[in-house]
């Protein structure tokens, strides 16, 4: 068997493949109350039916000011467990499991609200001047990733993504080139860390399953981290009990990126065999062909599809004929896949 349609299993929880739909915003929620939408259930349901092994919920606010746009989804507060959980629900009834990425935007929000960020640093002059972040802030936004990640359990969520990579606001904890802060959140990478670490401790006090993490392992910028810098960021996710470090780049400030098939695999690969950490690829992978290439020379565990996935539904049926796989179709569908 192909290792794209092999087992994995992290704490528990097994994913029947390898094909992972990749957390994208959809920018659809239509009162801009954070709420899940029909589109959201058929749109995560569809991908579930085509076979992927997890659906992943695109990045989720965890307070109503993270926001990217209003029109993202959002997990603030209890009123979105009830859509969240329809979703679940209709994942898991397809043999999938699903994820959800909790995400803040920091200044890279674009609400009529005032938002924030470690430093009072705009991204570009399209974008607000964010407030710099006080202690207080920090805190409760620490914490509001805890009720987030209690949030997602209710909602039966099987694991659990902190987005810190794309220029957000964890990212731009991180980041040199976005942290100037002079207290214990800024400074040297030990103290530039200790805000995502915080909020992995604080989510592990909810949560006991698979936590992954989304990092921009290259900033395209030589003022920002070095790969010495990502290495010592992923060794503490992996001591502070991360599961998979999934493996993106860029967003941080404005740069041009050099785009091609697999662009960001390298790195994918650097991190999972010099940490020792399971690794998730994701950036231009297209065919089975190419996403197995990437499993088998022990690159990464896990494979992350986007914009193919959104170009068709039913891309792990595809790859898996061009693996001369076997896929099991839903029920309903046989007759057409067999």
């Not at 997890?54 to 989804?73: C, Y």
């Not at 987030?148 to 909602?155: D, H, M, N």
């Not at 969520?157 to 220029?167: K, L, N, P, V, Y």
Request: with cysteine.
């Amino acid at each position: 068997m192909s290792k794209l349609f092999t087992p994995i299993t992290m704490k528990e929880v097994t994913l029947k493949n390898r094909v992972v739909m990749s957390p994208m915003c959809m920018y659809s929620c239509e009162q801009e109350d954070g709420k899940a939408t029909p589109f959201h259930l058929t749109h995560y349901h569809s991908r579930a039916v085509g076979q992927a092994g997890l659906i992943m919920v695109e990045a989720t606010a965890v307070q109503p000011e993270g926001r990217i746009s209003a029109k993202d989804l959002g997990i603030w507060n209890d009123d979105h467990i009830a859509g969240l959980k329809e979703v679940t629900e209709q994942v898991h009834a397809n043999g999938a499991k699903a994820a959800i990425q909790l995400a803040h935007a920091g200044r890279k929000a674009q609400l009529d609200t005032p938002i924030y960020a470690p430093s009072s640093l705009k991204f570009n002059d399209s974008f607000k001047e964010p407030v710099e972040m006080t202690s207080h802030d920090i805190e409760e936004t620490i914490d509001s990733f805890r009720k987030a990640a209690k949030r997602a359990s209710q909602a039966g969520f099987d694991i659990i993504e902190i987005h810190g990579a794309h220029g957000y606001l964890i990212n731009q904890f991180l980041s040199p080139l976005t942290n100037r802060r002079e207290d214990s959140f800024g400074g040297n990478r030990e103290n530039r860390y200790r805000f995502l670490g915080r909020i992995i401790d604080a989510v592990k006090t909810e949560w006991d399953g698979p936590i992954f993490v989304r990092i921009s392992t290259d900033e395209y910028d030589e003022k920002g981290n070095t790969m010495e810098d990502i290495l010592y960021y992923t060794k503490q996710m992996k001591n502070d009990g991360v599961d998979l470090i999934d493996c993106s780049s860029g967003g941080v400030v404005p740069a041009s990126i050099p785009v091609y098939p697999g662009y960001q695999v390298k790195r994918c690969d650097h991190i999972k065999n010099t940490v020792g950490i399971a690794t998730g690829a994701v950036g231009l992978i297209t065919t089975g062909i190419q996403a197995e290439e990437i499993l088998q020379n022990n690159r990464a565990d896990l494979v992350f599809i986007g914009r193919a996935m959104l170009r068709n539904p039913y891309w792990p049926k595809v790859a898996a004929d061009e693996l001369g796989e076997d896929l099991e179709a839903p029920v309903q569908y046989k007759r057409g896949w067999q």
